[in-house]
């Protein structure tokens, strides 16, 4: 579904937006009152100067202190690879950008992030998994990186993979999996102008509750990781 209908399908009213680079920013009126759009598109690569700008416009918004609701739209296919990038250290660049979402939450304003496309690795750790809650389309594609770059990082050979992928989706890419194992809070099969409000709404009153990440919880009831309070129970008590 093309980024032009998604967004009017989800917001119907007023809204304006402008999309650079990459990039989109904008705004749209609803039942809380304004709402400010920020994030990417057409599979961004997320580089130096993309990180940094989002950013920028991050806390432009946390400056205007009227703790506005924020809506991030995630469509990267990770982070870019080139040499100059990772020489202007891309990693605190995105160290960056979460740390102004981190910010922003803390800010109390109300927040979420919504995959329209692509959502990989860096790309999408940076500032759409930071969000206070992450939504994707049925049609989205999430993961960290495809069985055979795993295979390589890893060395565990890619018929293992394939095989572990069909029984944990913790080798599996997909939002499906994804949200099974608590990065995805819910798929949105079809969408409406309700979606959104309803998110945020849910939000208002008690944003700092956010601030506890409940993921490994959500993913061990939904059977994504399955083993993942266990073992970190055991090293805390060690």
């Known amino acids: 579904m093309q980024t032009q209908t998604v967004l009017e399908t989800l917001f119907p009213n007023n809204l304006d937006y402008k999309i650079n680079d990459s990039m989109i920013r904008g705004s749209a009126e609803t039942k809380l009152g304004k709402v400010e759009i920020i994030g990417t598109v057409d599979s961004a690569a997320m580089n130096q100067f993309i990180a940094m700008t989002l950013a920028g416009e991050i806390l432009d918004v946390i400056a205007q202190d009227q703790q506005t609701p924020v809506v991030f739209i995630v469509d990267t296919l990770g982070q870019d690879s080139s040499r100059a990038d ?33 959502a990989v690795s860096g790309g999408f750790l940076s500032y759409g998994l930071m969000a206070n809650q992450a939504f994707a389309l049925e049609s989205s594609q999430v993961k960290v990186m495809d069985l055979q770059a795993m ?26 999996n994804y949200h099974a194992m608590g ?23 008690h944003t700092d509750d956010f601030l506890t990440d409940e993921r490994r919880q959500v ?6 990781r399955v083993l993942c309070n266990e073992i970190v129970e055991s090293v805390l008590t060690a």
């Open 219 to 224: 993913a061990e009831d939904r059977e994504g």
């Open 86 to 118: 990772e020489l202007l250290c891309l990693n605190r660049t995105f160290a960056h950008l979460a740390s102004c979402v981190d910010l922003l939450r803390r800010r109390g304003h109300p927040n979420l992030a919504i995959v329209l496309g692509e």
């Open 183 to 205: 990065a995805v809070n819910e798929i949105w099969k079809t969408l409406d102008a309700h979606l959104v409000e309803n998110a945020l709404e849910s939000q208002l009153g």
């Open 151 to 176: 295979s390589r990082v890893t060395k565990i050979p890619l018929d293992k993979l394939k095989s572990l992928s069909q029984t944990s989706a913790i080798f599996a890419p997909g939002v499906e």
